[in-house]
Each structure stands twice: as C-alpha cells, then as structure tokens.
C-alpha cells in the first residue's frame, strides 16, 4: 500500500503582466518570497525541507544556474544546507516538479519538499533557451533537426492550436465566448476576494516606476467583449487565433509544500489536499497541444474515478481550442472547467503554469468544500501531465 502523499500549503504572486509590475525583480529573489510564505504558512522551519523541485523552462540568465537553489540562497529564512533542482518540461514543468515530489515521497528518498514554479517571460522570452551564441559567437542553434522537421515540421504551436480548432469544430465564436468568460470569471474571483487566499501580495513597480504593493493579478481585461476581440490582428498561420484567444506573455512564482503522511503525523500539521495520483503522457508532436484529452482518461483510470467525480478541472488555456477540444473529447462538464478563469486572463508564465493552476484549483476545492480537482496542461513537444487533488 503506498504512503499518503499531502500537500500543507500553498500559494502564488499575483500574475505580473508582460513587463508590468514584477519587471524589475532578481528571479531567485522571486521564488525565495513564495519559498519563504509557503513555508511560513505551515509554521515549519525551512531547514526541515530535504529538496526544492522547481519548474522553470528558460533556464537562462536570471533563471539559470540551478533557480531552484538560487530561489533557497536568496531566502533570509532557508538554511543552505537545503538542496534544489530545477526541471523543465516545458508549459508542464512545475506540475511535474510536484509529481516528482510525490514520487521521491513515495520512494522514502525524501519526506519534505517545496516543489515550486517559476518563470518571468517578460525577461526570458519564449525561445529564450534558443536565442545565445556559442563560443565562437555563432548563433547558438536549436535541437529541431531534420528528424524533427520531416515529420512535423518547425515546431509552431499558434498553428497547433489552430489545427485543433479545425479538427475537433471549435468555432470562433466559441472561443471568443469562452476567452470572454475566462476574464470575467477571474474578475468576478478577484473582487469576490476568491483568490485572496492564494495570493501573496508581492511588492512591485507601478507603470512610472514607484513601488506599489500588488495584491492582485495585473493581466485581467473584464471589458473583454466579441467587438474588442474581432478588432484584434488574427495571427499568422491561425485561422482565426489572436492575442485575445492566447495566453498572455507573463511573470509568476508559486509554491506548495508537498509531505509525506509520515511527517505530517509527526509535526501534527493540517495539510490541505491529498495527492490523489499522477499520470503523464507523450502525444502528437506535430499537433502539440492535445495532450490533456490524452492524459486525463489515463489519470482517472489510474486513481479509479470517472469525469462526474471531479469538482473542479483545470486545463491551461494555452490557446482557447485547447481546453475546448479537451471537453468536446472528455465529454466535460463545462461548468467545472477552470471556474475562476485560465491563462488568458491569468497568463501562462510556462514553467509556472502547473503549481499556479495547482494552488488555485486546491485553494477552489476548500473555498466550495468539493471534493476532487483534476489539473493538466499541454506542453510544447507534444506532452502532458496530470494531477488529481483530493481535499481533505
Ligand atoms: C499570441 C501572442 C503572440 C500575442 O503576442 P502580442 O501580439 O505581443 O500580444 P499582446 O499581449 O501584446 O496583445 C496584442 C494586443 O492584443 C490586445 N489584447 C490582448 N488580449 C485582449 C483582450 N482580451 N481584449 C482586448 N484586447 C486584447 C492587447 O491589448 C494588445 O494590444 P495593444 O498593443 O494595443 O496593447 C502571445 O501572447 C503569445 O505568444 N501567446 C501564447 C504564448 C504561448 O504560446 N504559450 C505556450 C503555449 S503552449
């Protein structure tokens, strides 16, 4: 019988938008606030933490270097006798740093960890990991070869999501109302103090450059409307995709503290969720973005539950088709489907996605009392993970 795997606390920054509030922070000192609060919030020391599994997918400049261990070297409160490392597995990253967590528990190899997520595209864009020179001041090149390029050509994921449109009928007009809700649900959460919670109001820099303590999410267009979305440009090789319909270019971090039953008897602590089971799965590269209608059968199978069992899912809005096609294919209740917005209101600070959309979804299931949460992005190459949460 494997271990209980609890999740203690958990919390996130508001989403700064493209070089909006957070654009003047050092990352690590970025991750080391949500290291701090997370750890704050459970009334632990920090040096009983045996690893940070951070995601991050530009792993460069500010976010090189391991930021997983600079995050805990910037931190006034962690010992550096804590270790860390950061993974990327692209717009998945920090769901699989909590899915690592769970797996390294369950082994006994570590009891205590932060897994976390962090990213600031407004830095490191997308692409960024491509971008350097080599030695000999070349460009630096990228790992799309001919192998790759043959059979599913230059990876494009505005052209992915248009081909999924396309092949599972997800017409305009039901992105643009979907796009519209995902906005005025994640208004209506924040002025109904949903996310407040959740969120660790982060000191930042207003437009002309004062410092201004953010207490919510800075990327939110509630006037969004039909009218306001049709006057956008349509992106090149979409049908019909714009800005309006994509996730939005953003900064975040966000931290959950991840423990064993164990431990969680011993220091008599209250978790927060359980971690019900995990699943991941390699789809389509050439499509890309389907990964989600891949992984979440398999997930559910695997905890033994079926889609009328979970509360609340949370599916990236990479780009409107993508959770659109999930629900056409997982026959979804859409009233349960990312119920206080989605990455094009919130953002999509890639490596961050999957812890952000994790403490949301766990901090929704204890504001309701439901009882299961479904969490799972697609990812550039074509892959998916999943997690379902259990709250307790
Ligand atoms: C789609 C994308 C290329 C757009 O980039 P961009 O053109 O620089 O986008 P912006 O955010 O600046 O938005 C462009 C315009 O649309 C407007 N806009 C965006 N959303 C809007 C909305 N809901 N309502 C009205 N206007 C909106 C912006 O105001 C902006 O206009 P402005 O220049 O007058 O301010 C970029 O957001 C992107 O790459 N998103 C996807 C990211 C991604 O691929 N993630 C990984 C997925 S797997």
């Keep these: 019988?494997?271990?209980?795997?609890?999740?203690?606390?958990?919390?996130?920054?508001?989403?700064?938008?493209?070089?909006?509030?957070?654009?003047?922070?050092?990352?690590?000192?970025?991750?080391?606030?949500?290291?701090?609060?997370?750890?704050?919030?459970?009334?632990?020391?920090?040096?009983?933490?045996?690893?940070?599994?951070?995601?991050?997918?530009?792993?460069?400049?500010?976010?090189?270097?391991?930021?997983?261990?600079?995050?805990?070297?910037?931190?006034?409160?962690?010992?550096?006798?804590?270790?860390?490392?950061?993974?990327?597995?692209?717009?998945?990253?920090?769901?699989?740093?909590?899915?690592?967590?769970?797996?390294?528990?369950?082994?006994?190899?570590?009891?205590?960890?932060?897994?976390?997520?962090?990213?600031?595209?407004?830095?490191?864009?997308?692409?960024?990991?491509?971008?350097?020179?080599?030695?000999?001041?070349?460009?630096?090149?990228?790992?799309?070869?001919?192998?790759?390029?043959s059979r599913w050509g230059y990876p494009d994921q505005m052209k992915s999501a248009s081909m999924i449109a396309e092949k599972w009928g997800i017409t305009q007009e039901q992105c643009e109302d979907f796009a519209i809700a995902s906005h005025q649900n994640a208004h209506k959460a924040t002025i109904n103090g949903y996310f407040k919670n959740e969120i660790l109001p982060t000191k930042g820099l207003s437009k002309d450059g004062k410092e201004i303590l953010m207490e919510n999410d800075e990327t939110i267009r509630p006037e969004t409307n039909r009218e306001s979305l049709r006057a956008l440009k349509v992106l090149p090789t979409t049908n019909f995709l714009t800005a309006g319909l994509s996730s939005t270019i953003t900064d975040g971090a966000s931290a959950v503290l991840v423990m064993s039953g164990k431990k969680v008897k011993e220091l008599n602590l209250k978790p927060i969720a359980r971690i019900v089971e995990n699943a991941i799965i390699g789809a389509d590269p050439g499509l890309m973005l389907t990964g989600p209608i891949y992984v979440t059968p398999k997930v559910l199978k695997k905890a033994g539950l079926k889609m009328d069992d979970i509360d609340i899912f949370e599916v990236n809005e990479a780009f409107a088709p993508i959770p659109l096609a999930w629900a056409k294919e997982c026959q979804a209740d859409m009233s349960k489907l990312n119920v206080n917005g989605g990455a094009m209101a919130l953002g999509h600070p890639v490596g961050n996605s999957g812890c952000r959309l994790t403490v949301t979804?766990?901090?929704?299931?204890?504001?309701?009392?439901?009882?299961?949460?479904?969490?799972?992005?697609?990812?550039?190459?074509?892959?998916?993970?999943?997690?379902?949460?259990?709250?307790?």
Excluded: W
């Design 1 to 149: 019988m494997k271990e209980d795997v609890y999740i203690v606390s958990a919390v996130r920054t508001p989403v700064g938008k493209r070089g909006g509030y957070l654009r003047n922070y050092l990352i690590p000192e970025l991750l080391a606030l949500v290291l701090d609060e997370v750890m704050r919030r459970a009334d632990l020391d920090p040096a009983l933490v045996d690893e940070v599994i951070n995601g991050t997918v530009y792993q460069v400049g500010e976010q090189g270097f391991v930021l997983g261990r600079m995050g805990v070297l910037a931190s006034k409160k962690f010992p550096s006798t804590v270790p860390a490392i950061s993974l990327n597995q692209q717009c998945g990253s920090s769901l699989r740093a909590i899915q690592l967590a769970y797996g390294q528990i369950i082994a006994g190899v570590l009891d205590i960890v932060v897994a976390t997520g962090c990213e600031c595209l407004s830095k490191y864009g997308m692409g960024s990991d491509c971008n350097g020179t080599l030695m000999d001041g070349k460009p630096m090149g990228h790992p799309f070869g001919d192998f790759y390029t």
């Design 361 to 392: 979804a766990i901090n929704e299931l204890q504001r309701r009392k439901g009882k299961y949460a479904l969490v799972a992005l697609c990812t550039g190459g074509g892959m998916a993970p999943a997690t379902i949460y259990e709250r307790v």
